[in-house]
């Protein structure tokens, strides 16, 4: 499967910064999806991004996939403390079918209130 | 609507032990995973199915076993237990080139 590294592994961020997250692989991706993870809790889907440079917004989070389609990132804008948890990146194995997810290692974000 | 419902929550085995986690969903969802976590770790991924009869080995197959006798069930089997099987387990199911759905997950300590 496709091999993606997560970046950074941890976050502490002050309420009302903001917080990035990024996931960047040596090869091209047919598509990733971003997933969060609250503490002590499962995986939650946030989005998936399918085309080159495509960027998508929910509220406060923005999500883009590079031109390339190597890298992807997850920007929150203005923290809040409902946004603590682990947020992973997610792609497929070849063929363009979803059926081997492989996840990113993720980034830990702490938010200070 | 259920979702992917997973059973126990928790267990502790001993040494050698077996035992078999239960995942089951009910969204007719042709594909299933079984994922591992690891404490401040990421996940990874285990066995996978594409469909009932289907399976195939993810990153971490070793120690493990599953089957896919129906489009809902998805049960991963830890035959002779060891200390580094001590993991969060987690079964997801989805359809094709969609979100997943994960289960609440089944702490286990092998000890």
């Known amino acids: 499967g496709q091999q993606v590294m997560q970046i950074p592994q941890y976050q502490h961020v002050q309420e009302g910064e903001d917080f990035t997250t990024y996931c960047n692989s040596s090869?091209?991706?047919?598509?990733i999806q971003w997933y969060k993870q609250r503490p002590g809790g499962h995986p939650v889907f946030l989005i998936q991004?399918?085309?080159?440079?495509e960027v998508k917004k929910q509220k406060r989070l923005t999500f883009q996939f590079g031109e390339a389609k190597k890298n992807s990132s997850l920007h929150i804008t203005a923290t809040q403390t409902t946004d603590v948890g682990t947020y992973f990146c997610?792609?497929?194995?070849?063929?363009?079918?979803?059926?081997?997810?492989?996840f990113g290692k993720g980034t830990l974000l702490t938010v200070n209130p | 609507n259920a979702g992917v419902t997973q059973t126990p929550k928790f267990r502790i085995l001993k040494i050698g032990q077996s035992m078999t986690l239960q995942c089951a969903q009910d969204?007719?969802?042709?594909?299933m995973y079984w994922y591992r976590q690891d404490p401040g770790m990421g996940l990874k991924l285990i066995y996978y199915?594409?469909?009932?009869?289907?399976?195939d080995k993810g990153e971490v197959p070793n120690g493990y076993n599953v089957s896919r006798s129906t489009t809902e069930d998805f049960p991963l089997r830890l035959e002779l237990a060891a200390p580094s099987q001590t993991s969060v387990y987690f079964c997801?199911?989805?359809?094709?080139?969609?979100?997943?759905?994960f289960g609440s997950g089944t702490q286990l300590s092998v000890l």
């Open positions: 997801a199911s989805g359809a094709t080139n969609e979100k997943l759905f």
């Open positions: 090869t091209t991706l047919s598509n």
């Open positions: 991004l399918v085309k080159s440079g």
């Open positions: 997610a792609t497929e194995g070849s063929g363009g079918s979803n059926y081997k997810l492989t």
């Open positions: 969204m007719n969802h042709n594909y």
């Open positions: 199915s594409v469909g009932a009869g289907i399976t």
